[in-house]
């Protein structure tokens, strides 16, 4: 019965295996990372020169964190969420 299953459903038993190689969204997610990432990393900058400046420029410097974070979050999540989903629907 299990050879069956794996001559029937070969991409289930082999989803996530490394010569089949990274989904699409993998890959999406993955640069998703790296831009977010790089985008902190080009805030950092506005810390460092906030820490001298008005609470002002303070509260917006965090507030620009906040919506990068927030819009990576919900791209990364939706994209996890369709990963999941097909995984899922591949196992049925």
């Known amino acids: 019965m299990e ?5 029937v459903f070969r ?4 989803y996530g295996d ?3 190689g990274e989904t699409v969204e993998q890959k999406q997610i993955k640069d998703l990372r790296e831009n977010f990432v790089n985008d902190v ?3 950092k ?3 460092n020169s906030v820490k001298v400046k008005s609470q002002l420029a303070q ?3 965090y507030v620009d964190l906040h919506k990068c974070m927030n819009r990576y979050t919900k791209q990364i999540y939706n994209l996890e969420k369709t990963r999941l989903t097909r995984l899922r629907i591949a196992y049925l």
């Open 41 to 43: 990393f080009e805030m």
């Open 3 to 7: 050879k069956f299953c794996r001559r």
């Open 11 to 14: 991409q289930a038993y082999e």
């Open 45 to 47: 900058g506005k810390f």
């Open 59 to 61: 509260v917006k410097a």
């Open 18 to 20: 490394d010569q089949i």
